[in-house]
T-cell receptor
Framework: GENVEQHPSTLSVQEGDSAVIKCTYS??????FPWYKQELGKRPQLIID?????GEKKDQRIAVTLNKTAKHFSLHITETQPEDSAVYFC?????????FGAGTRLAVHP | DTGVSQNPRHKITKRGQNVTFRCDPI?????LYWYRQTLGQGPEFLTY????????KSRLLSDRFSAERPKGSFSTLEIQRTEQGDSAMYLC?????????????FGSGTQLSVL
């Protein structure tokens, strides 16, 4: 099955700085790349996703970029705020089910 | 509330007892998933349904676990002879299961504590 590696496992930034989380995949046939956010004690929620026919997608302060040649996609958060503190996941799998790794724990310090 | 609903929110049980959780998905969603999550880990896939058909079950899932979705709407997850290692958050998710890749909508989960 698809193998996705996510880095870093933890990330600490100052409020207002940018944060970047990167995921590398192995299956060149992969065509869907979602990002989920899970705040402490809350359910995971989809925050942004991208399909393989698009190189970048933005939604306010968050963006996802896809590099199909290098087989990686990244989550970019600009002007970070304390409420961005959460665990972020880039699950693999696609159509039938999503497989989640341990994610990236982002801490935004005031 | 049009989101995914799970009951109960918390369950405390003694080792060896059976427990059952319920999940009510978003009404028009035909796919329903069960995941398990422990502290510091991501959600671990357990099983999923397309309507009433259980299409896949994790190989890691003990035969003490069984899930049903009899009418293609709500689902139940039963754990027989619970063990302390079963303590976790059990998450249900649903999706529309359309022709393109799907977005999962998670419930708030059932926190199981096995004493």
């Amino acid at each position: 099955g698809e193998n996705v590696e996510q880095h870093p496992s933890t990330l600490s930034v100052q409020e207002g700085d940018s944060a970047v989380i990167k995921c590398t995949y192995s299956d060149s046939a992969s065509n869907y790349f979602p990002w989920y956010k899970q705040e402490l004690g809350k359910r995971p929620q989809l925050i942004i996703d991208i399909r393989s026919n698009v190189g970048e997608k933005k939604d306010q302060r968050i963006a996802v970029t896809l590099n199909k040649t290098a087989k990686h996609f990244s989550l970019h958060i600009t002007e970070t705020q304390p409420e961005d503190s959460a665990v972020y996941f880039c699950p693999s799998g696609g159509y039938n089910k999503l497989i989640f790794g341990a994610g990236t724990r982002l801490a935004v310090h005031p | 509330d049009t989101g995914v609903s799970q009951n109960p929110r918390h369950k405390i049980t003694k080792r060896g007892q059976n427990v059952t959780f319920r999940c009510d998905p978003i009404s028009e969603h035909n796919r329903l998933y069960w995941y398990r999550q422990t502290l510091g880990q991501g959600p671990e896939f357990l099983t999923y349904f397309q309507n009433e058909a259980q299409l896949e079950k994790s190989r890691l899932l003990s035969d003490r676990f069984s899930a049903e979705r009899p009418k293609g709407s709500f689902s139940t997850l039963e754990i027989q002879r619970t063990e302390q290692g079963d303590s976790a958050m059990y998450l249900c998710a649903s999706s529309s299961g359309g022709a393109t890749n799907e977005k999962l909508f998670f419930g708030s989960g059932t926190q199981l504590s096995v004493l």
